[in-house]
């Protein structure tokens, strides 16, 4: 049941050191600073003959794996990449013997994840799954995988599971990572970052009434842009899609780096921007992108870590959060986003946990 809160989301966004916490659980090893992950069902000779790893998902878990692939370029140096699995279905994808698939996804039912799965499986590929619902469709038609468990998600924008999608994805990329590149005491820091991640979160959900501030404020706006680089990136396509979904304003996810070859012609003193700007090494980028909206009138919204006086002094409002290792913001940044999108929808007097038009799964294409 809802144990207080104003109806299921709110619940499940609160809830997430506590998800992310059990996602983690039994799977990191301090004294190895490794990750154990035995449902994917591979020896770890196995794992170390991987060349490539593809990701299938679609909405929110495709975001979750777009942070993934990223994530584990960056550490395990394997190449990988994220796939819309609707996409995927339906084109002539090459399937190469070394590479491993995930299909992503909160419900293990949505229909073009499955039917993308199916096709891979066909053509000789081995498809792993990351799933929240136990025994699900896909969890059961994969060849191995992750469960999450966040535990049942009732509202129908999914917030718990992204978080816990994206804590498997940490403890893969650990895992792969200290089998090729990472020595053990990067891989102790990344252990201990990651188990600090929970308390983290509950840090930025103290923010709540701040942001409920900033949501009475902006949420007149037709239309909002979501800005992030990097691993932000794929945070910001997220921001936007929750915007969207439950308070049905407009809402466009872009790369920062991309405003100048579009999007920024829809900048002008009604359209505020939200920027993703942690300090990491994409933060110069990013500053001298919001100079640009500046110059332009454009109200921004700045997720900035504490103390950056900087980013306070280009930004309308700031945002500000705990500050962790640079590759660890997507966990922290995503949660006042979650919040802010709650807060505009019950400022519209939006059915947040039924939104129009959408179901939980999707089980038709
Ligand atoms: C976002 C949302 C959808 C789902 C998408 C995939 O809030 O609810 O975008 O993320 O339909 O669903 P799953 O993860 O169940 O495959």
């Not at 994206?166 to 990472?182: N, P």
């Not at 969207?244 to 579009?262: C, D, L, N, Q």
Request: proline content about 4%.
């Amino acid at each position: 049941e809802k144990e207080g809160f104003a109806c299921f989301m709110e619940k499940e966004i609160f809830e997430q050191p506590e998800s992310i916490a059990r996602t983690l659980s039994g799977r990191l090893d301090l004294e190895y600073a490794t990750g154990k992950l035995g449902g994917l069902n591979m020896t770890s000779r196995e794992l170390l003959a991987v060349k490539r790893i593809k990701i299938v998902a679609a909405g929110t878990s495709w975001h979750a794996g777009l942070v993934g692939a990223y994530l584990i370029e960056t550490l395990a140096r394997i190449p990988a990449s994220a796939e819309l699995s609707s996409e995927l279905r339906y084109r002539n994808s090459v399937v190469e013997p070394d590479t491993i698939y995930f299909a992503v996804t909160q419900s293990g039912e949505t229909a073009d994840t499955l039917y993308a799965m199916r096709e891979l499986k066909r053509k000789g590929a081995r498809v792993l799954g990351i799933c929240n619902v136990v025994g699900s469709t896909i969890a059961r038609e994969s060849d191995g995988g992750v469960y999450t468990h966040a535990g049942p998600e009732i509202a129908v924008a999914s917030t718990k599971a992204f978080t816990s999608q994206l804590a498997v994805f940490y403890v893969f990329a650990l895992l792969m990572a200290r089998m090729r590149d990472m020595s053990v005491s990067a891989g102790q820091r990344f252990v201990k970052e990651l188990q600090g991640i929970p308390e983290k979160v509950r840090e930025v959900l103290k923010q709540r009434d701040h942001i409920q501030a900033l949501a009475k404020k902006y949420y007149k706006a037709r239309d909002f842009l979501f800005l992030g680089r990097g691993l932000e990136y794929p945070v910001a396509l997220e921001g936007a899609l929750k915007l969207k979904e439950i308070s049905y304003i407009h809402a466009e996810g872009y790369s920062a780096g991309e405003i100048k070859h579009g999007p920024i012609a829809l900048v002008n003193e009604e359209t505020p921007s939200v920027f993703l700007v942690p300090r990491d090494y994409l933060r110069e980028k990013v500053i001298s992108n919001m100079k640009e909206i500046k110059a332009r009138k454009g109200p921004i919204i700045a997720l900035c870590t504490e103390g950056d006086a900087e980013v306070a002094a280009i930004a309308d409002d700031i945002i500000p959060v705990p500050a962790v290792d640079e590759l660890f913001y997507p966990f922290i940044l995503i949660i006042p986003l979650q919040l802010f999108a709650y807060f505009c929808a019950l400022e519209l007097g939006r059915d947040v946990d039924q939104p129009r038009n959408l179901a939980k799964s999707v089980t038709v294409e």
